[in-house]
């Protein structure tokens, strides 16, 4: 729930081992929504890398799904 108000990529990254394996659907859910509003936001070559990387994960969660 803190990490979920929290809208941080950061906060999930420390705490999605735990919250996987008991909430698979809602960890998605959320990497869906955050990494769409990061598009919004980027604006440099940075950013860009940032968000492909957590595109990546949220590949492979959806294989292991």
């Known amino acids: 729930e803190i990490v979920q108000e929290s809208h941080s990529l950061y906060k999930m990254d420390r ?3 735990v919250l996987m394996s008991k909430y698979p659907e809602e ?3 959320f990497y869906f ?10 604006d440099n070559r940075q950013k860009y890398k940032s968000i492909i990387s957590y595109l990546k994960k949220l590949k492979k969660m959806l294989v292991n799904i």
Do not use: G, M, S
Not at 33 to 42: L, P
């Open 15 to 17: 705490y999605e081992n």
């Open 27 to 29: 960890v998605k859910n």
């Open 33 to 42: 929504e955050c990494i769409h509003k990061e598009i919004a936001r980027a």
